[in-house]
């Protein structure tokens, strides 16, 4: 299965059960409501999925379940974020191994390289894998800036293909088109900046809040593509006060409980990160809760 790098890929939340397990049956909840819904693949163990919480083997048994349950409908995509080269190698191979169709990819974690060692890093787990890889560009939250001068290098390799563009600088896009085309596909990884971003050029986007809500995000998606630029806006800005809820230190926990009201997900964190309490919670509950009332009639979109 080719990836396209379109469309909406939600990075999902992994789920747990009470006693701090993998919750597999929620998790068939979340997936079925994302398939429905028109997604155009999954990602998981971003930092909504907490991956620097699980374990080896829970890594592999996600990325092994999450490929049955999809059934091959869309394809799998595996975050790696890796200390070392021999690692992100290591953990690519077995992502690959395991089913999953493509690679989102950090820059070395917690070592702050240079532009240098950041293109040899992408360059030499590009060389080990047969996988797409889309780069996960987030300086402002990880310090490394993957810029057009390192893109230039790294599309050298055939299976760098995309880019998760979390700048904030919504800019970016149109500079990234201008010097590559078709060439560096883009997908838009700020929630509160994903419409602008798409009306801007972007080719998908990697959401958050679309773990809660698959079908906003989706029929956001569908409209700007389609031209229909009010409609999208309508959905939009009612979703923007919930979208606000991903850039925050607390994103998990916002995310899972907005996962709870709509009824695909379950509150449950792996510690250190531990459920939302008193005030905090109660003003994220409040932003859900009226989220959920006005929440809007989609207009028919998944054939747009």
Avoid at 1 to 12: D, F, K, R, T, Y
Avoid at 104 to 113: D, N, Q, S, T, V
Wanted: net charge negative; with cysteine; glycine share 6%.
């Amino acid at each position: 299965m080719s990836i396209q790098w379109n469309g909406v890929m939600p990075a999902v939340t992994t789920k747990f059960t009470a006693d701090d397990k993998l919750d597999f049956k929620m998790f068939e909840v979340n997936m079925k409501a994302q398939l429905d819904a028109g997604v155009s693949g999954i990602i998981l163990g971003g930092t909504l999925g907490e991956a620097s919480t699980l374990l080896e083997e829970e890594k592999r048994e996600l990325v092994k379940h999450t490929v049955l349950l999809t059934e091959n409908k869309v394809p799998v995509i595996m975050n790696i974020a890796e200390q070392t080269t021999k690692g992100a190698i290591l953990a690519a191979n077995k992502a690959e191994q395991d089913g999953a169709k493509g690679l989102m990819m950090l820059p070395p974690m917690r070592y702050k390289a240079s532009d240098f060692e950041t293109v040899a890093f992408y360059s030499e787990v590009a060389k080990n894998t047969t996988l797409p890889i889309m780069v996960y560009n987030n300086p402002i939250d990880y310090k490394i800036d993957v810029t057009l001068d390192m893109f230039e290098e790294l599309l050298k390799f055939d299976n760098i293909q995309a880019v998760k563009e979390s700048t904030r600088d919504i800019s970016n896009v149109t500079r990234m088109i201008n010097r590559f085309g078709d060439r560096l596909k883009i997908l838009s990884g700020v929630d509160t900046l994903a419409l602008e971003s798409l009306l801007m050029g972007s080719d998908g986007w990697v959401s958050g809040l679309g773990c809660a809500f698959p079908a906003e995000t989706v029929a956001i998606y569908k409209l700007a593509k389609a031209g229909k630029i009010e409609e999208a806006l309508k959905i939009y800005r009612w979703f923007l006060p919930l979208l606000e809820l991903d850039i925050n230190s607390f994103l998990v926990q916002n995310i899972k409980l907005a996962e709870v009201a709509t009824g695909i997900g379950s509150e449950h964190v792996r510690a250190p990160r531990l459920p939302l309490q008193g005030a905090e919670k109660e003003r994220v509950l409040a932003i859900i809760a009226e989220g959920i009332r006005k929440r809007p009639t989609l207009p028919e979109y998944k054939n747009l």
